[in-house]
């Protein structure tokens, strides 16, 4: 068993709003290991990116605040660190994939300038050495022609160019984790493939280790050892993906599983969907936030919020009921 490169302990992240303070992410916990790509799940607004940008200190200023837990990288407690501290960790020992790429690039600097910044920054190498790595780099990603592509505008690139030139910016240094945010969000079938297996490719070669962010459960199957399902800013189930996919425990995590159409499906038949709505997160529930969406919910499990226990080895979940609950074949759609 290799050992976590980032560990995770209680995370806590709030924001300061008009409303009052919110918290996005609550007692989160996890680990990633060298080598091994870690998958992050859940709906839109359960706390996926909050984490990722807790992790590379990337909070909106001054409302996002780290209140508490440790975010432990390489034996340092990240979330100690100072800002210059941690400018010097971003880009070379944790690349970060953007779930925009059009945004996470700069419209009015040329794709060349831009990877020759980030190994100005972090390497002790001249302008033109920089720009021949640089050239290198879009080899690497699959980015034909690149000494054209060097001189050009993100405007004139294609969604799935823009994508590979991000990846190779988050990858120029070497870094040792990669936190790859809906890297095929908006991007077609072909070319999220072909993304997923140039992250594969590059994670191989390199040996870095990968936590990838997504909504996508098939996406989760095909490319993660481990996996973190989230909601409402907490962790409600997280094991190896043998766990998740084939004993998945907690109540959402089967409601996940159960909504994917499969090829069996009856024609013209409904999916199945989890009734009801994510909490807000200026009002969540004191007990467990899953209870008004749950059909397995009593009113104990409404009172106070369930503790994580072991299912098994590497295997755990936050739920009350988890031991009464019908394995995932027995639950009807």
Same mark, same amino acid.
């Given at each position: @068993?290799s050992e976590p490169?980032?560990?995770?302990s209680?995370? +806590?992240? /709030? &924001? $300061?709003? %008009?409303?009052?303070r919110?918290?996005?992410? $609550? %007692?989160?916990? &996890?680990s +990633?290991n060298?080598?091994?790509t870690? =998958?992050?799940?859940g /709906?839109s607004?359960?706390g996926k990116s !909050?984490?990722?940008?807790?992790? @590379?200190?990337?909070?909106p200023?001054p409302?996002?605040q780290i209140?508490s837990?440790?975010?432990r990288?390489n034996?340092q407690n990240l979330a100690?660190l100072t800002? /210059?501290?941690?400018?010097a960790?971003r880009?070379?020992?944790?690349g970060? +994939? &953007?779930?925009e790429?059009?945004?996470a690039?700069?419209?009015?600097?040329?794709?060349?300038?831009q990877?020759?910044? !980030?190994?100005l920054?972090?390497?002790?190498?001249s302008?033109?050495?920089a720009?021949?790595?640089s050239?290198? @780099?879009?080899?690497?990603?699959g980015?034909p022609?690149? *000494?054209i592509?060097?001189g050009e505008?993100?405007?004139?690139?294609?969604g799935?160019?823009?994508q590979r030139?991000?990846?190779a910016?988050a990858l120029?240094? =070497?870094?040792?984790?990669l936190i790859?945010d809906?890297?095929t969000?908006?991007?077609d079938v072909?070319?999220q493939?072909?993304?997923?297996?140039l992250?594969r490719?590059l994670?191989?070669d390199?040996g870095?280790? +990968?936590m990838? #962010?997504?909504h %996508?459960?098939?996406v #989760?199957?095909?490319?993660?050892?481990?996996v973190?399902v989230?909601?409402?800013g907490k962790v409600?189930?997280? =094991?190896t993906v043998? *766990?998740? &996919? $084939?004993?998945?425990t907690?109540?959402?995590?089967q409601?996940?599983?159960?909504?994917i159409?499969?090829l069996n499906? !009856?024609?013209?038949?409904?999916?199945?969907?989890?009734?009801?709505? !994510?909490p807000?997160l200026?009002d969540?529930?004191?007990g467990?936030?899953?209870a008004?969406r749950c059909?397995?919910c009593?009113d104990?499990?409404?009172?106070?919020?369930p503790? /994580?226990e072991?299912?098994s080895?590497?295997?755990?979940v936050s739920?009350?009921r988890?031991r $009464?609950?019908?394995p995932l074949?027995e639950v009807p759609a």
């Amino acid at each position: @068993m290799s050992e976590p490169i980032l560990q995770l302990s209680n995370l +806590v992240t /709030e &924001f $300061d709003t %008009d409303e009052g303070r919110v918290r996005a992410v $609550d %007692d989160v916990s &996890f680990s +990633v290991n060298a080598g091994e790509t870690l =998958g992050i799940v859940g /709906e839109s607004g359960c706390g996926k990116s !909050v984490t990722a940008q807790s992790i @590379m200190r990337l909070l909106p200023q001054p409302m996002g605040q780290i209140v508490s837990g440790e975010i432990r990288f390489n034996g340092q407690n990240l979330a100690a660190l100072t800002l /210059e501290q941690m400018r010097a960790i971003r880009g070379a020992e944790i690349g970060m +994939v &953007f779930q925009e790429p059009m945004t996470a690039l700069n419209p009015v600097h040329t794709i060349g300038r831009q990877l020759a910044e !980030v190994l100005l920054l972090h390497k002790k190498i001249s302008k033109q050495d920089a720009l021949r790595q640089s050239m290198v @780099m879009l080899d690497r990603v699959g980015i034909p022609a690149p *000494d054209i592509r060097m001189g050009e505008y993100p405007h004139q690139l294609s969604g799935g160019m823009r994508q590979r030139v991000v990846i190779a910016m988050a990858l120029a240094c =070497g870094p040792k984790l990669l936190i790859a945010d809906e890297p095929t969000t908006a991007l077609d079938v072909t070319i999220q493939a072909q993304i997923l297996e140039l992250i594969r490719e590059l994670q191989n070669d390199m040996g870095m280790a +990968v936590m990838l #962010i997504t909504h %996508d459960l098939g996406v #989760i199957a095909e490319t993660s050892q481990q996996v973190v399902v989230m909601y409402a800013g907490k962790v409600a189930e997280k =094991g190896t993906v043998y *766990d998740i &996919f $084939d004993h998945p425990t907690h109540p959402y995590t089967q409601g996940l599983l159960s909504s994917i159409p499969r090829l069996n499906t !009856v024609p013209k038949s409904r999916l199945a969907i989890i009734p009801g709505m !994510v909490p807000g997160l200026r009002d969540l529930p004191a007990g467990c936030r899953f209870a008004n969406r749950c059909r397995h919910c009593l009113d104990s499990c409404t009172l106070a919020s369930p503790a /994580e226990e072991q299912v098994s080895a590497g295997h755990s979940v936050s739920c009350y009921r988890w031991r $009464d609950l019908p394995p995932l074949t027995e639950v009807p759609a």
